[in-house]
């Protein structure tokens, strides 16, 4: 929930860089991402700094597996939804490669649609 501000303190960062994730096909892991961040936090590099790098290792990762998926598979539409989708770094990275878009209002947390579909699943006797 909280993307917005997140995305903002990443507008404000000084560094531009970015981890190379690496990239198996469509398989990847994000663990070596995390423990330079967290490496990142803990040498007290600034949070706006720490906050782009994130994106921008995610921006990458998803851009180069998206990329390899339209060449193995095709032109296939790919559809960005959730609350990551709102994020203006992803969309500037995606959209080059046709992905699609809710409008940012509509890319929200998803936090209350697991909620209420948890919800539903219970009311009919669904166990998890």
Known sequence: ???KGVEKLSRQAQKREYYKVKVNGLT????GMENKIKGMAEAGVAPA???RFTFETLASVLARTTAWA???Y???PVLCSGGVASN???RSRLEP???IFAPPQYSTDNALGVAILAHRAVER???P
């Open 70 to 72: 339209q060449k193995k």
């Open 88 to 90: 203006s770094l992803l």
């Open 49 to 51: 700094d720490v906050a």
């Open 1 to 3: 929930p909280a993307g």
């Open 28 to 31: 990847f892991s994000l663990s």
């Open 125 to 127: 006797g669904i166990e």
């Open 97 to 99: 490669l046709g992905a």
């Open 74 to 76: 095709g032109n296939l």
